[in-house]
């Protein structure tokens, strides 16, 4: 099993719909957790950190379920310049991240 | 600040030769990581360093060498370059922990061994 699993979509949304990610992760030693942004060609760049209540950025909300091993990133009101890949990135107990293969949004007009 | 910066963009190297990637980040950082890329994968943690003078294996270390010897620099070597190390190469610095700090990554090296 792989150590943090997402699927790879790719998703093809509207513009302003509402899309939802989860991504799973396998070592329940797991301390911090994130979403990080990649652009096509481009080096990925954190979007947000996940915090166990749940947190918000804009229209990006992240949520952490420690039970189930899953943190899932919903976007509300899609955007064309939220087209990407998303990774989701886990902190075992090693310090070292573990990255996802990533999710991959294509908002279209 | 320029961020992370890395050298080459892009490199083609026959199987068997060596080349050095370049990172510098000019953010006082004090940890630094090398990462590849497959297509379709994620990120895989090569080396990394705490800080000048002190480096440590990732997931993938194997074919590869690091150095630290300033704050800024951590280059990548490739002594025998083979064909699965066709890759993109992402450096990356932050400033502390993984758990509190992001890390900043390169615009990263497009490398293809034939």
């Known amino acids: 099993r792989k150590e943090v699993e997402q699927d790879p979509g790719p998703f093809n949304v509207p513009e302003g719909a509402t899309v939802a990610f989860n991504c799973t992760y396998s070592?329940?030693?797991?301390?911090?957790f994130f979403w990080y942004r990649q652009d096509c060609r481009k080096e990925p760049k954190l979007l947000m950190s996940?915090?166990?209540s749940g947190n918000e950025d804009g229209r990006f909300t992240a949520q952490l379920n420690r039970a189930s091993q899953y943190i899932s990133l919903l976007i509300r009101d899609s955007k064309l310049s939220d087209s990407a890949t998303y990774l989701c990135?886990?902190?075992?107990?090693?310090?070292?991240?573990?990255f996802g293969t990533g999710t991959r949004l294509q908002v279209f007009p | 600040n320029a961020g992370v910066t890395q050298t080459p963009k892009f490199r083609i190297l026959k199987i068997g030769q060596s080349m050095t990637l370049q990172c510098t980040q000019d953010?006082?950082?004090?940890?630094m990581y090398w990462y590849r890329q497959d297509p379709g994968m994620g990120l895989k943690l090569i080396y990394y360093?705490?800080?000048?003078?002190?480096?440590d294996k990732g997931e993938v270390p194997n074919g590869y060498n690091v150095s630290r010897s300033t704050t800024e620099d951590f280059p990548l070597r490739l002594e025998l370059a083979a064909p699965s190390q066709t890759s993109v190469y992402f450096c990356?610095?932050?400033?502390?922990?993984?758990?509190?700090?992001?890390?900043?990554f390169g615009p990263g090296t497009r490398l293809t061994v034939l």
């Open positions: 990356a610095s932050s400033y502390g922990l993984a758990n509190d700090n992001e890390q900043f």
């Open positions: 070592n329940s030693a797991s301390q911090s």
């Open positions: 996940v915090y166990s």
């Open positions: 990135v886990v902190m075992g107990n090693t310090d070292k991240l573990i």
């Open positions: 953010m006082n950082h004090n940890y």
């Open positions: 360093s705490v800080g000048a003078g002190i480096t």
